[in-house]
C-alpha cells in the first residue's frame, strides 16, 4: 500500500538536502548557497503487511453501526407483547459490577 504525501513543499524545510536549497550565513566566505535542481517526483512510503491490515480494520470498524438493530428490534417486540422479563437480582448484580469496574 503505498500513501503519497504532498502537503510538503521544499520552502517548508530546513536543510532540504538534494531537491532544495541550504543557505549558510554567518560562515566564512559570506552568504553562499547551494541549490540543485527540484524533482517533481512525490514523496510516498510503504506501509508493512501488519500495518495494512490495522489500517483496513480500522475502516471496517469505522463503518460498523454502534447499535445492533436486531437487538434492538427484539427487544421492542418482546416489550410490545409483554413477554420481556426483567430479573432484579441480576439487573442489581450488573448494575453493582459495572459500579466497581468504574475508575
Excluded: Y
Amino acid at each position: 500500500m503505498t500513501i503519497e504525501i504532498n502537503s510538503l513543499s521544499s520552502g517548508n524545510l530546513q536543510g532540504a538536502g538534494e531537491r532544495g536549497s541550504v543557505q549558510r550565513s554567518g560562515l566564512p566566505g559570506g552568504n553562499r548557497t547551494a541549490a540543485t535542481a527540484t524533482s517533481t517526483r512525490k514523496d510516498h512510503f510503504d506501509l508493512t503487511g501488519s500495518a495494512g491490515k490495522l489500517q483496513e480494520l480500522e475502516g471496517r470498524i469505522a463503518n460498523m453501526p454502534i447499535v445492533d438493530a436486531q437487538a434492538v428490534d427484539a427487544v421492542r417486540q418482546a416489550l410490545a407483547t409483554g413477554s420481556f422479563t426483567i430479573d432484579p437480582q441480576s439487573a442489581a448484580d450488573k448494575m453493582l459490577a459495572m459500579e466497581i469496574n468504574l475508575p
